[in-house]
DNA sequence: GGCCGTTGTCGAAGCGCTTCGACGACGTGC
DNA sequence: GCACGTCGTCGAAGCGCTTCGACAACGGCC
């Protein structure tokens, strides 16, 4: 367009052409000290008319600022790639709106990889996704003088700066609704053995939030690991279903499983809802996405990643801010729940 | 570490260190003038026991050169998480290697953010992924004079340095396979509709690919779209059955109908692969998900990620590359093909 | 043995920006 | 009417790095 043969329009182009020192260019563009009215205008006149925008490098350098934020995607692959997904563009558009920049870093670089770009003052902050209950990546943290925000809860967040869906919360929610629908006998039907032998913590936050809300409310309630295979749910549903015949309720905190739960059932011959009211905790898409749709506490993937950021960029600017933001759960209620039965069946 | 107290540990810094010039310590870090041994074992002694990393903006400002790429995503959402992961992912530990980092953008700042990239000297060169057929992202392009390399093709790829699979065989490698196996009858199952009319790319390449070999060998052969919805794909299997009893062989070139069709089979009452063989062009993950796994031409995501991130090296480079890198279908054999039966059903 | 071409190192000049101190040109207050 | 802030602007000093030209030191050559 409007740019110099070779090279980039820069901001003595700018002053130049709007007839001020490059001082003023600069400060009207900051905004950092007081310009006059007019000067202001013929600066931003020029600077439209020339297309200026700044040299990052050369900003950086000077301001020791990058105005980039590094996003930090763990190794393993376990996740559920369409929330993360999400999360990812969140983060990249609340960022711009900070006039930041984001950087994607994966994980298998270790810990050199964050240390060099610290070191390389390639970002002011990061923002660490997926972050585990033993995560590798959390200890370096401390040591790293960057500020950053994780996703998710690790063992020790003392210091750190966490946020998450609340999932004790969301588990309470899913057994007050299944309360209120008149269900006595309720389960949890959870992660696989091994997320809870890891340790993780969203999976044993929302075990006590189930389990706490089912006793005050009075009912029987269980809880039941289960795989995510298409042949473990159905191992796991028949022998739940055997065990404790009188149950009408059942909350599925595992993604993976859910449209295997559904399959089970469905050859099992019982029917959602009219005999089983279902409850899920996973991303809306899934819930919809089977049939019945379920009833479900989604995983607020925007809110997370804009929260994320926003936490950032006030570390950035020096202010304090909590070391824990939970997000409140929020139920959507759809074809898979409804009121018990007057008469049990069978 | 061994940084200090305030502030970065500088060139300068190592240079005293090791009792020599600041810019001898440049051209050892890189190579472009020839040092002693005895001098470049001192000076890297002395980097890594100050732990120094280059500023990346002092680097950028006085080489011209970020060291950094963009990766730009497309706004829409209808594309495969997992396969673009798996590129974002590959695409990072490649440009890694070349000692680049990867700027992560949306394309939803529209041509003014990659301008502003551009003209802020913020990256290197661009790999654009999902390109469509009519991309907007594509004419601006030309004009923005940064090296590029597109991820899929556009309607008018001259000038540009495209990579994807190369659909057209991938189509005829499908076919081949059915043929090798005696199948005389055989379908397309395609993308919807609206796919078709919006002139996408690799959606008629696979077409021509599935059009032609079955001519080369005498096939008997269709193409029908397809939608995606659990009760799309069930009329149109019916429908495509209902129309053509003799049919043994299917193509199915849409990944998210993949399971749906499993199942509307299964309803009809059609074996896979006793009375009817598949070929699926979709994510290893996806054919290997369902029941019968399927026989497939994969999405080569890691290779596509990699080669863009090469060629885009080599451009940035000066050296000249292909217009066009397609790369080679492989197909994976698995349950759902076999031969024909000798005597055929119904 | 003087000359020249290498080889290895140095010093200094920027790259484009931010920021600090300085300094006219103004009111204001007495 | 003079000293004093305040406001708006400027010039210059870096930020940490790359790169260019210069230049000792050293052999090889006739």
Redesign the pocket.
């Known amino acids: 367009m409007t740019q110099r043969r070779h090279?980039?329009?820069?901001?003595?182009?700018?002053?130049r052409h709007a007839?001020?020192?490059?001082?003023?260019?600069?400060?009207v563009?900051?905004g950092?000290?007081?310009?006059?009215?007019?000067?202001?205008q013929r600066v931003l006149a020029s600077v439209r008319a020339l297309g200026?925008?700044?040299?990052a490098?050369?900003?950086a350098?000077?301001?020791?600022?990058a105005n980039v934020i590094a996003l930090v995607l763990p190794l393993r692959s376990g996740m559920h790639l369409p929330v993360l997904m999400r999360f990812a563009t969140t983060v990249v558009t609340t960022a711009r709106q900070y006039d930041h920049d984001v950087l994607l870093v994966t994980a298998d670089e270790g810990p050199a990889g964050l240390r060099r770009l610290a070191a390389g003052a390639m970002v002011d902050g990061l923002v660490l996704m997926d972050v585990e209950w033993q995560d590798p990546r959390v200890p370096m943290l401390r040591d790293l003088a960057l500020p950053s925000v994780l996703i998710g809860f690790p063992a020790s967040p003392a210091g750190l700066t966490c946020v998450d869906l609340d999932f004790y919360r969301a588990g309470s929610v899913c057994v007050d609704h299944l309360a209120q629908f008149g269900h006595r006998h309720i389960a949890l039907l959870g992660a696989p053995v091994v997320v809870y032998e890891r340790d993780t913590g969203y999976a044993r936050r929302t075990m006590a939030g189930f389990t706490d809300a089912a006793a005050r409310h009075g009912l029987d309630a269980g809880v039941e690991p289960c795989e995510e295979d298409a042949e473990g749910v159905r191992r796991t549903v028949s022998a739940l279903l055997a065990r404790r015949p009188a149950l009408t309720g059942l909350v599925v905190h595992n993604e993976a499983a859910v449209g295997h739960v559904l399959d089970s059932l469905r050859a099992l011959d019982r029917r959602v809802p009219r005999d089983l009211s279902i409850v899920a905790i996973c991303p809306d898409e899934v819930a919809v996405r089977v049939t019945p749709a379920l009833s479900s506490v989604l995983i607020p993937a925007e809110d997370v990643g804009h929260q994320a950021v926003t936490l950032l960029m006030r570390k950035l600017e020096g202010q304090r801010v909590p070391e824990a933001t939970l997000l409140d759960p929020h139920l959507a209620v759809r074809a898979s729940s409804a009121a018990v039965r007057a008469v049990a069946r069978r």
């Open positions: 090279g980039l329009v820069t901001i003595a182009d700018v002053a007839g001020v020192a490059v001082s003023t260019v600069s400060y563009l900051s950092k000290r007081t310009i006059s009215a007019t000067t202001r200026y925008h700044p040299h490098g050369a900003r350098l000077a301001s020791k600022r």
